[in-house]
Every structure is written in structure tokens, then in C-alpha cells.
């Protein structure tokens, strides 16, 4: 009897020894945004999505990801996260996020705690050329040199992007244009731009939402 116990006690401990085994080796799986309620405040969990919106304030950089579940997800990343960061992170970038799940001003955020917690997999632009009324309304990201450079209104900056022989209008409103972020541009410059497709007076218009969401490339004396 003494050994049938030990052997039974020998048994039980292989058996959670292998459980633990399996589950210190079973990758956390991505959760859709969509499921995620209330009932996630305080928990931990990884999202996965397209950056669909970006913003940038006092140095934090806050994103809105959407994934085929059709959920979006604030995520606020941090100065201090961001500065960890080893690459950089635009519009219609794939961006895995792991973190606490807050609520914030009565609106779900997931909350990175380091940069090790995010992954980053950029997408490519689109061409000028492929750009037409059936992506009014989506975000995209092009690449071109800036054929035109005019002020409109109040400090609105209106760039206009060549790229073989199509152009684009690049709408950057005087908030974006007058922040200490935005970089100097200039007619020559290549200069990468993501925002959402919009039409203006039946034209086709590219309107720049933050800071971050144009980059130069190269600039004309480079």
C-alpha cells in the first residue's frame, strides 16, 4: 500500500511538473480587440493591429490599432517608453502590443510598460499613381518630392507630392505645421506622408493628422 501511495504521489508530481513545463512554454495568444470590455481592467493582455491613427504630445506617442476583428484600441506609449524604442513607428504600421488594459477619460487603453513590449512591422507606400476615389476615407502612406510648397489660411501648409509624373496633395493643418515636431520642408525634399485620403473641391487630398506622420527622407541639399 505504502508504495502504491508513493508511486501515486510519484505520478501527481510528473503530472504538474509537465503541466508547468507546457504552459512556461506556450506562447500567450493575441487577444482580439474587439473582445476586450471592462471585465479586462487591470489584466494583461497582447493586441495586434494596423496603426490607424497617431498622435504625438510632450514626447508620449499615442496610437489607435484596429485588427480584423474590426476593434480599435487606444495605446498610449510613453516618453519615456519611447525613448527605448529602436525604430520608429508611422500609420499602416503592424504593431504587436503587450499591457495592462486602463480605462482612461471612460475609454479602454492598453498600456505598454517598456519597449521590449512592442514589436513593429513597417508597410510599404503606396504609389502616387495607384491612388484613386475608392480609398476616400482610409488611411494610407506615400512617398514623393515635394513639387509645390504654398501657405494657405492661417498657417495651413498645402504640399504637393510628385511621384512618376502623378501627384498628390498633402493637407497639413496650421496645429500640425506650427508644432515644434514638424520638420522643415521644402520643394526638392523626398519626404514620406501617411494620413487619411479625403477629397477637397473634387480633388484628391492627403490630410496630415500629427507631427510624426511626415518624415523627409532626403532633403535637396543632401
Known sequence: MEKITKL??????????????????????ITP?????????GLKVIISGQVVDLRE????????????SDGAMAVPIFSSVR???????????????????????GALEVVP????????VH??????????????????????????????????????LGEDGAQLAVFVPSSVAGSSNFPEVHV???VQASGWLQLYENELELRITGASNIKVIEAEDA
Open 188 to 190: 526638392g525634399y523626398i
Open 123 to 160: 508597410s510599404p507606400c503606396l504609389g502616387i499613381s495607384s491612388i484613386d476615389n475608392s480609398l476616400i476615407g482610409e488611411p494610407i502612406k506615400v512617398r514623393g518630392i515635394v513639387d509645390k510648397r504654398e501657405i494657405v489660411g492661417k498657417g495651413n501648409i498645402i504640399l504637393t
Open 83 to 105: 525613448s527605448q524604442l529602436g525604430d520608429s513607428i508611422e500609420m499602416l504600421d503592424e504593431v504587436q502590443v503587450t499591457g495592462e488594459v486602463m480605462l482612461y477619460q
Open 113 to 120: 510598460e517598456e519597449a521590449g513590449d512592442i514589436s513593429i
Open 33 to 41: 480587440i474587439a473582445k476586450i470590455d471592462n471585465e479586462f481592467i
Open 57 to 68: 504630445s510632450n514626447g508620449h506617442l499615442f496610437l489607435t490599432l484596429q485588427d480584423n
Open 8 to 29: 501515486g504521489l510519484l505520478c501527481s508530481l510528473v503530472g504538474l511538473a509537465a503541466i508547468y513545463a507546457g504552459a512556461v512554454h506556450v506562447r500567450p495568444s
